[in-house]
């Protein structure tokens, strides 16, 4: 019978025959998943059952991860490092029927809501492998419902966090140890049936492990792991052996740290040489004061909450794998690798998220340049952050409540060969659902108004991203008030960046509306769907971090971004944006705005007056741009093509080597190993200027830079940056 490859290590004794390697490895994936089914049927909270707001891991004797479950990223990537961590602080003291738990961000947790609980498995007396399950639990104490510590300043603030502990000894629940860690949340009941559902899911998945081992025996078990590994390993680094070596870069922002409105800035230098990835954050901003910042595990989680998606999109998820092919780079005290006592309680939704956006965007330059199909796993930010609440208080009869909203989805970012999904959620947590109204409804006493797509949200381009959703509500049959507690990103400036010329998609906001005429409106038999149309007596625009008060007369709206676009918009086609404004995805004044698309009244494309529209958009970005202070000279740009880069630049052969040039219109940039925004037409616009949803903007500098090629005209790049002297990001430097 044939044999699987060799690993690179060259032992041929550690293999076992092809077929059996292909069972086993699609039996332990989908254990792994069936792990995650039994964990959301257990569990009593709604963002675990409704949402999946939670994720489970198999790992290897050692915490090298095989498989993350295909729920919340990020957490399943920090498994490793929390298995790592237990072995480390108890040693030999890990026997059958154990299991450890732990909700410190410094031994491996995300954030202290984030409650792992990791097993060994056990077979005749040696350790074989590992099992974990981390959920965000709905509540762990701290000053605010749902433990997101808005207004704190350090970990001594937040929740009290709890390092690796064990909570189950040979088989028996330690009640002293669940006491404890039930005692400080608001939400007991729900955070006990979780610790059960974690428990049980792990062992019904040891037990499952110990039947594939007394059927194919322990030293194949062993070696299926070890194949794993080197399966995935080899296959990435074929992948990225056939990209071009180079540099490429990114840049983001986090705006409000939990005290105060002001920016923080993170970098990202993407280097890609051979078969091998280095991800260096060198020039991020120390560590902030507040509650946004993340420690080494939400680093991680944060590059390899992308890096599977985008590098294991037809691979087993294996934190392992991944790590043998990347170095990571980063200056601890920074805000994504913070010391303690830094404040941490937002830290998936903040520094950590902010780390899969750098990642994100950098490889999506990096796979602009491939010559294959990689080139189909181009995509704009999906996704740029959180925009949700957590709403606390009680129902009529006085039994009180606490539940956290994650309705809050972005539109889908735009791909290279089409439009981004509306509304779609986002590749970082693919199974990630929105929750059923009725059944939110039922457990507390507030009442959907509405929740629909929002137009004016997709970031603009050849392809479009997919729209945000946009939704209120209202107390309901209950006279208290209700303690909200609002938090978000992205509301100074716009996450969910383009790629390749496209545009970002738009800010996001909490609003409350004060004295709000929504139940007036709906005894009269009307249904408020707009801000506009819900009325009220004050409307307040809260802060990106904020806790408000809501009478039973108030109501809530949320609304959120869509995703980043592909491409300069100037290029979509007219059809789609005519029916894009037929669907209410896209007004007509944004069709004429962003895409240069004039409407007839009848709602069809004028296709004159679209010409004439978008040769004013050219001329415009001509007049107002910036021109490179030193032109290129000496050039041609007419050899043969090697590769694309984005979507309108190209390397070609020059007589004095790879010439980087401008597809549409044959202009030479320069030299191939320039970064190419040093030979663009610069262009700063106002974020105001791309959607009349960024109006409700929080104060700050930030401005819209586009990159065109200076003889075209023809968008290539855009980011956000500062007004005030901000020194020009670079896009990439090729090395050929």
């Known amino acids: 019978m044939s044999k699987a490859p060799s690993p690179p290590d060259g032992k041929p004794d550690d293999t076992v025959d092809v077929i059996t390697f292909e069972v086993l490895r699609h039996r332990l994936w989908e254990l792994n998943d069936e792990m995650a089914l039994m964990m959301g049927r257990i569990s009593g ?16 004797s050692e915490g090298q991860g095989l498989y993350a479950g295909v729920f919340v990223v990020r957490q399943a990537s920090a498994l490793d490092i929390v298995v790592q961590k237990v072995i480390e602080v108890f040693g030999d003291n890990i026997h059958d029927g154990d299991a450890f738990m732990t909700s410190d961000p410094w031994y491996g947790a995300l954030h202290a809501m984030d409650a792992a609980v990791v097993m060994p498995v056990f077979h005749e007396g040696v ?89 194919y025996g322990r030293d194949t078990f062993l070696a299926v792991q070890r194949q794993i590994l080197d399966y995935v390993e080899r296959s990435i680094r074929q992948r990225l052996s056939e990209l071009p070596d180079g540099t490429w870069y990114a840049n983001a922002f986090l705006d409000h740290d939990g005290l105060a409105n002001r920016l923080y800035r993170l970098r990202l230098a993407l280097t890609k040489r051979g078969d091998h990835l280095t991800f260096d954050f060198t020039g991020t901003d120390p560590q902030a004061p507040g509650v946004i910042n993340c420690t080494w595990a939400g680093l991680v989680g944060g590059i390899l909450q992308v890096g599977f998606p985008l590098l294991c999109h037809d691979l087993p998820w294996s934190h392992g794998a ?83 909203f994650t309705d809050s989805v972005g539109g889908g970012g735009a791909r290279s060969f089409g439009d981004g999904i509306d509304t779609c959620g986002n590749f970082i947590a693919p199974a990630y659902g929105i929750p059923n109204v009725e059944r939110i409804e039922s457990l507390i006493p507030m009442l959907y108004v509405y929740r629909r797509e929002r137009e004016e949200t997709a970031g603009a381009g050849i392809y479009r991203g997919g729209v945000g959703i946009e939704y209120m509500l209202i107390p309901h049959e209950t006279s208290h008030d209700m303690e909200a507690v609002l938090f978000s990103t992205g509301c100074a400036h716009m996450e969910s960046k383009g790629v390749a010329g496209g545009l970002p998609g738009s800010i996001q906001r909490n609003i409350v509306l004060h004295g709000a005429g929504v139940k007036a409106a709906m005894d009269r038999g009307e249904i408020p769907t707009s801000l506009e149309t819900a009325g009220a007596e004050r409307v307040d625009v809260v802060d990106a971090k904020d806790v408000r008060w809501l009478t039973p007369e108030d109501a809530w709206m949320c ?30 004044s944004e069709g004429k705005t962003l895409y240069g698309v004039v409407l007839t009244s009848g709602g069809t494309v004028d296709s004159a007056a679209t010409a004439q529209s978008r040769a004013v958009i050219l001329a415009e970005r001509h007049k107002r741009g910036t021109a490179p202070e030193a032109p290129v000279s000496g050039l041609s740009f007419d050899g043969p093509e090697r590769f694309r880069v984005g979507e309108i ?64 005209a023809t968008l290539f790049s855009t980011d956000l940056q500062l007004r005030s002297d901000d020194p020009r990001m670079p896009e990439m430097h090729l090395k050929l």
């Open 649 to 712: 630049l190209a390397v070609r052969d020059g007589v004095d080597g790879p010439v980087l040039g401008c597809r549409t219109c044959n202009h030479p940039f320069g030299p191939a190993g320039e970064d190419p925004r040093a030979h663009a037409l610069v262009i700063e616009r106002e974020i105001e200027d791309l959607s009349p949803v960024n109006s409700y903007r929080a104060e700050s500098d930030v401005i819209l830079r586009e990159f065109a090629c200076p003889n075209c």
């Open 559 to 588: 609304l959120c971004t869509g995703g980043g676009g592909y491409g300069d918009p100037l290029g979509r086609n007219p059809e789609a944006v005519a029916r894009d404004v037929r669907r209410g995805l896209c007004t007509s």
């Open 45 to 60: 909270s709604p963002s675990v059952y409704e949402s999946g707001d939670f994720n489970v891991a198999i790992l290897t």
């Open 322 to 404: 991944v790590m043998r092919c990347i170095d990571i780079i980063s200056e601890e005290g920074t805000i994504n690798n913070a010391l303690f006592p830094a404040g941490t309680s937002m830290a998936t939704v903040n520094a950590c998220q902010s780390t899969g956006n750098l990642v994100w965007e950098a490889m999506a330059k990096m796979y602009g340049c491939a010559t294959d199909t990689l080139r189909e796993e181009v995509i704009g930010i999906g996704y740029g952050g959180v925009n949700m609440s957590v709403i606390a208080g009680k129902h009529g009869d006085g039994r009180p409540f606490v539940n956290m």
């Open 127 to 215: 350790r074989v492998a590992w099992t974990g399950v981390v959920v965000h639990e709905l509540d762990m104490g701290g000053a605010r419902p749902g433990s997101w510590c808005v207004g704190a300043r350090d970990a001594y603030q937040e929740v009290p966090l709890m390092p690796p502990v064990k909570i189950v000894e040979a088989g028996n629940v330690r009640h002293d140890v669940e006491v404890t860690f039930l005692r400080n949340s608001r939400t007991p009941e729900m955070n006990a049936l979780n610790l059960r559902a974690k428990i049980a899911s792990q062992k019904m998945t040891g037990d499952r492990l110990r039947e594939i081992i007394d059927e």
